[in-house]
């Protein structure tokens, strides 16, 4: 841990995510940060074991004179988006996280931070090792693959948990109490294409779109910003007109990332290139003009290249392009029961044009499971006309809110009185893992609440220093009040 880090307050909390910010964390790879949740309990002396998916369960018993309260279960997942900027040389599976301090901002070296949620997991942390702070029983569960399918909250089984109360520590706006969330589907549309020897004369152009902000497909969704790959299909589909082939295109990466980046590679007649890089030069203006205010570093070039050998077919570009144009990206529906709540969206967050085949993936969320199919199958009905294969997978349901909580009575109550304000009260349009805990846990009553994250899923994700020390307040004081 830097000079910097390391004098930041509450200490427990900072120390102990730097360390778990030096273990490679992605979805799906979590070998590393499981072994190192295991020796960090085990090494404290408590109970400590892995359910048969990779889940971790640490279990303390409750300091002097509360050991009559009800057994609160803290709970975060130790899986990390793992996203970097295209000049950043970083190896996600072996380096990690270079933390830098900004003001009253942490942020990371031109990739994500890991703060969504691995600041959750190190205050829970600082509690278990902690010999100074009431508390009732505690039990933390740590999950794995929350961003990527939330297959650890779907594998962990009923019977497990012994808490009574469940505080998820993964909400991103430290005067929030989350009471409910979105669910979300992956929807997936793939074809095959006929690969064409490119035409002899055939001149070569690379397209680049870069510079966008990215950040959470679920919380960042309705702020209007840039996707890159329906930035580049309006691109593509200005210059269809002048005997345009795509050799290759690569765009975005995670589902539940809003996309940053695409590339194309494409051949022209030699014949249409003016009038081509008139029409995409003009189309890429009226982009930028228009999305000036929420993405002022979007950088859109055109660039002469060595041609592509091999190029899609017109009749498969064609649909393809319409196909992405016709299906709809950002918010689909705004919620009626919940001021400023996005009810249904959907994030184009992947095409790849490759060696014949054509891959789409969009996350759709809705915390209405009938919205969510109604868009999902809009979306399916736009790729098939376009000649697509649609799988549906990875459905996730939403948490409903419960407004007579009684932990969120006292949560409330207690925000009121550490910081004379009302907490927000709220739904997320994001996936909580609360949803499908409960449904295993359907007694257990459940909030959620967290430090201020912005940029999440991004390389601009940051956290706000004094909004941990709020949180750290906040929770501390909670687990004192609870019943």
Same mark, same amino acid.
């Given at each position: 841990?830097?000079?910097?880090?390391?004098?930041?307050?509450?200490?427990?909390?900072?120390?102990?995510?730097?360390?778990?910010?030096?273990?490679?964390?992605?979805?799906?790879?979590?070998?590393?940060?499981?072994?190192?949740?295991?020796?960090?309990?085990?090494?404290?002396?408590?109970?400590?074991?892995?359910?048969?998916?990779?889940?971790?369960?640490?279990?303390?018993?409750?300091?002097?004179?509360?050991?009559?309260?009800?057994?609160?279960?803290?709970?975060?997942?130790?899986?990390?988006?793992?996203?970097?900027?295209?000049?950043?040389?970083?190896?996600?599976?072996?380096?990690?996280?270079?933390?830098?301090?900004?003001?009253?901002?942490?942020?990371?070296?031109?990739?994500?931070?890991?703060?969504?949620?691995?600041?959750?997991?190190?205050?829970?942390?600082?509690?278990?090792?902690?010999?100074?702070?009431?508390?009732?029983?505690?039990?933390?569960?740590?999950?794995?693959?929350?961003?990527?399918?939330?297959?650890?909250?779907?594998?962990?089984?009923?019977?497990?948990?012994?808490?009574?109360?469940?505080?998820?520590?993964?909400?991103?706006?430290?005067?929030?109490?989350?009471?409910?969330?979105?669910?979300?589907?992956?929807?997936?549309?793939?074809?095959?294409?006929?690969?064409?020897?490119?035409?002899?004369?055939?001149?070569?152009?690379?397209?680049?779109?870069?510079?966008?902000?990215?950040?959470?497909?679920?919380?960042?969704?309705?702020?209007?910003?840039?996707?890159?790959?329906?930035?580049?299909?309006?691109?593509?589909?200005?210059?269809?007109?002048?005997?345009?082939?795509?050799?290759?295109?690569?765009?975005?990466?995670?589902?539940?990332?809003?996309?940053?980046?695409?590339?194309?590679?494409?051949?022209?007649?030699?014949?249409?290139?003016?009038?081509?890089?008139?029409?995409?030069?003009?189309?890429?203006?009226?982009?930028?003009?228009? !999305?000036?205010?929420?993405?002022?570093?979007?950088?859109?070039?055109?660039?002469?290249?060595?041609?592509?050998?091999?190029?899609?077919?017109?009749?498969?570009?064609?649909?393809?392009?319409?196909?992405?144009?016709?299906? !709809?990206?950002?918010?689909?529906?705004?919620?009626?029961?919940?001021?400023?709540?996005?009810?249904?969206?959907?994030?184009?967050?992947?095409?790849?044009?490759?060696?014949?085949?054509?891959?789409?993936?969009?996350?759709?969320?809705?915390?209405?499971?009938?919205?969510?199919?109604?868009?999902?199958?809009?979306?399916?009905?736009?790729?098939?006309?376009?000649?697509?294969?649609?799988?549906?997978?990875?459905?996730?349901?939403?948490?409903?809110?419960?407004?007579?909580?009684?932990?969120?009575?006292?949560?409330?109550?207690?925000?009121?009185?550490?910081?004379?304000?009302?907490?927000?009260?709220?739904?997320?349009?994001?996936?909580?893992?609360?949803?499908?805990?409960?449904?295993?846990?359907?007694?257990?009553?459940?909030?959620?609440?967290?430090?201020?994250?912005?940029?999440?899923?991004?390389?601009?994700?940051?956290?706000?220093?004094?909004?941990?020390?709020?949180?750290?307040?906040?929770?501390?004081? !909670?687990?004192?009040?609870?019943?």
């Amino acid at each position: 841990m830097n000079k910097e880090l390391s004098q930041l307050q509450p200490t427990s909390v900072w120390n102990n995510f730097s360390k778990l910010n030096a273990v490679p964390r992605p979805s799906k790879k979590e070998e590393r940060v499981i072994a190192f949740a295991m020796d960090f309990g085990t090494a404290l002396g408590l109970e400590t074991f892995k359910d048969e998916i990779g889940n971790v369960i640490i279990r303390k018993p409750a300091s002097k004179g509360m050991e009559h309260k009800k057994m609160v279960t803290l709970q975060s997942h130790l899986d990390m988006v793992h996203q970097k900027n295209a000049d950043t040389v970083f190896d996600f599976d072996t380096q990690g996280i270079q933390m830098v301090v900004d003001g009253d901002w942490v942020t990371a070296k031109g990739t994500t931070l890991g703060a969504d949620n691995g600041l959750g997991v190190a205050t829970i942390m600082a509690l278990l090792e902690s010999t100074d702070i009431a508390h009732p029983p505690l039990e933390a569960l740590f999950t794995i693959d929350e961003e990527t399918g939330m297959t650890g909250a779907f594998g962990l089984k009923g019977g497990v948990l012994k808490g009574k109360l469940l505080l998820n520590l993964d909400t991103e706006e430290d005067d929030e109490l989350d009471i409910g969330c979105a669910g979300g589907i992956d929807v997936t549309a793939t074809r095959d294409y006929n690969e064409k020897d490119s035409v002899h004369g055939d001149v070569g152009y690379r397209i680049e779109v870069n510079g966008l902000k990215g950040g959470h497909s679920g919380m960042d969704i309705h702020k209007g910003l840039g996707n890159a790959n329906k930035i580049m299909n309006r691109l593509l589909y200005a210059g269809m007109d002048f005997h345009m082939r795509i050799g290759i295109l690569e765009g975005g990466s995670l589902r539940n990332a809003i996309p940053r980046e695409s590339v194309c590679a494409l051949n022209i007649d030699k014949r249409q290139e003016k009038l081509f890089l008139e029409a995409v030069t003009a189309c890429a203006g009226e982009i930028k003009q228009e !999305l000036a205010l929420t993405e002022p570093h979007l950088e859109i070039a055109i660039i002469p290249a060595k041609a592509s050998k091999k190029v899609m077919g017109l009749g498969a570009q064609g649909k393809l392009i319409k196909g992405i144009y016709a299906a !709809l990206n950002g918010v689909y529906l705004m919620s009626a029961a919940i001021p400023d709540l996005v009810e249904t969206s959907n994030n184009i967050a992947r095409v790849q044009v490759k060696e014949g085949k054509i891959t789409i993936g969009c996350l759709t969320r809705s915390s209405v499971e009938t919205g969510k199919m109604d868009l999902a199958h809009a979306l399916k009905s736009a790729f098939e006309l376009a000649g697509f294969d649609v799988a549906f997978s990875g459905s996730y349901p939403g948490w409903n809110p419960n407004p007579n909580s009684g932990i969120l009575k006292v949560a409330k109550g207690l925000y009121k009185d550490l910081f004379e304000e009302e907490a927000r009260v709220m739904a997320c349009h994001a996936g909580l893992e609360c949803a499908i805990l409960g449904q295993n846990y359907a007694e257990m009553d459940m909030i959620s609440f967290g430090p201020t994250i912005l940029g999440a899923h991004s390389p601009d994700e940051r956290v706000s220093i004094s909004s941990v020390q709020k949180f750290w307040t906040f929770l501390t004081e !909670l687990l004192k009040h609870t019943p």
